[in-house]
């Protein structure tokens, strides 16, 4: 089964859907799977009085509240249905997070998959709501524990959902996420622990980590992308450029092909032909008369289109030539 790849708009469209229209057509390039936006409310979402992250106000550098922030990033929900039809015209698949249980409501007319973030990973009674569509859902687990992953896996269960329709994506939510806190291990502990599809959410700089996950197992991967890192925002500076998209997706593709093998350690198609101008076979190291014995002063390995193996050695040692050989002549019994 091929890696499922999300690239993940985000909020990076900076409420404008012009923008976010532009990264569907960047995410097509880059030849994800889907591309994915979130939806909110502000006033369902957070408190007037809230905090932005220290992330945020680093990354936007305006003193802010987290609600004027998000308020200012929203997207309607008419946008969101003109987003769908552009996503089904470029045939790309169309996914959006819920951040409150009134979007997840209006997300549920528009999707077949439900992208959890971590922030929701307490979040009992939204787990419950989203549990009882019974749709495919992909969880992200940062800032959690493997306690609180088996509470909301639980949650989602005993609201109808079938674990077979659920991964867990490993993720530290921090933006961006320092190279010695991306603890990818973490990743293969959720799978040994739950016996369940597992996934990866990068927030790092740069393409190798997930490259790194799908090379350990990872099913699904996403990423966060941005038409420029220059535009203002919360996440455009932890996010690819298309361009970086793209050779993310190529990476992940390639490794999928070298990894698809059997594991058994045989020579491959490819290299048949090449064993008959690389291995080396027995050559006369000088003149050889018949009748001469072999030994290590007249006979060489060397590379040659055709003679005997460089593996018979040992069986061709002490034998008694049958023919006159010219230096370099490959030897034949």
Same mark, same amino acid.
């Given at each position: 089964m091929s890696v499922f790849i999300i690239a993940e708009a985000g909020v990076n469209h900076n409420g404008d859907i012009?923008?976010?229209?532009? @990264?569907? !057509?960047?995410a097509v390039e880059a030849g994800v799977d889907a591309v994915k936006f979130q939806t909110w409310k502000s006033e369902l979402l957070v408190t007037k009085y809230t905090k932005q992250a220290e992330y945020q106000t680093r990354n936007t550098g305006l003193k802010e509240s987290q609600f004027e922030m998000l308020k200012r990033l929203e997207l309607s929900y008419s946008e969101f249905r003109e987003l769908k039809r552009y996503c089904d015209l470029k045939n790309i698949i169309f996914l959006?997070?819920?951040d409150e249980i009134v979007s997840a409501d209006f997300l549920n007319e528009l999707q077949e998959i439900f992208k959890i973030g971590s922030g929701e990973l307490t979040n009992i009674p939204f787990l419950h709501h989203i549990g009882k569509f019974q749709k495919q859902v992909i969880l992200s687990t940062g800032m959690g524990t493997l306690g609180e992953v088996e509470k909301a896996l639980q949650t989602l269960? $005993?609201?109808? @959902?079938?674990?077979?329709?659920?991964?867990?994506?490993?993720?530290?939510t921090m933006y961006p996420t320092p190279m010695e806190e991306v603890n990818l291990k973490a990743m293969l502990t959720l799978k040994e622990a739950f016996k369940m599809a597992v996934g990866y959410s990068d927030h790092t700089m740069g393409i190798e980590i997930p490259l790194a996950a799908v090379a350990l197992g990872a099913q699904v991967i996403e990423k966060?992308?941005?038409?420029?890192?220059? @535009? !203002?925002?919360?996440d455009h500076k932890a996010s690819l450029e298309g361009h970086e998209l793209k050779q993310m997706v190529i990476g992940i593709r390639n490794i999928e092909k070298a990894i698809q093998g059997t594991g058994e350690k045989i020579p491959q198609a490819s290299e048949i032909e090449n064993q008959k101008v690389i291995r080396k076979v027995i050559v006369a190291k000088k003149?050889?008369?018949k009748g001469e014995k072999f030994s290590i002063e007249n006979i060489i390995t060397k590379r040659a289109e055709e003679?005997?193996?460089?593996a018979l050695w040992p069986n061709?040692?002490?034998l008694e030539s049958k023919y006159?050989? $010219?230096? !370099? $002549?490959?030897?034949?019994?």
């Open positions: 012009a923008l976010a229209k532009k @990264m569907i !057509d960047v959006s997070t819920p269960i $005993e609201a109808g @959902m079938e674990k077979e329709n659920i991964t867990l994506l490993h993720t530290t966060h992308f941005t038409l420029s890192r220059k @535009m !203002d925002g919360p003149f050889i008369q003679g005997i193996s460089a061709i040692i002490g006159n050989f $010219e230096e !370099d $002549e490959a030897i034949r019994l």
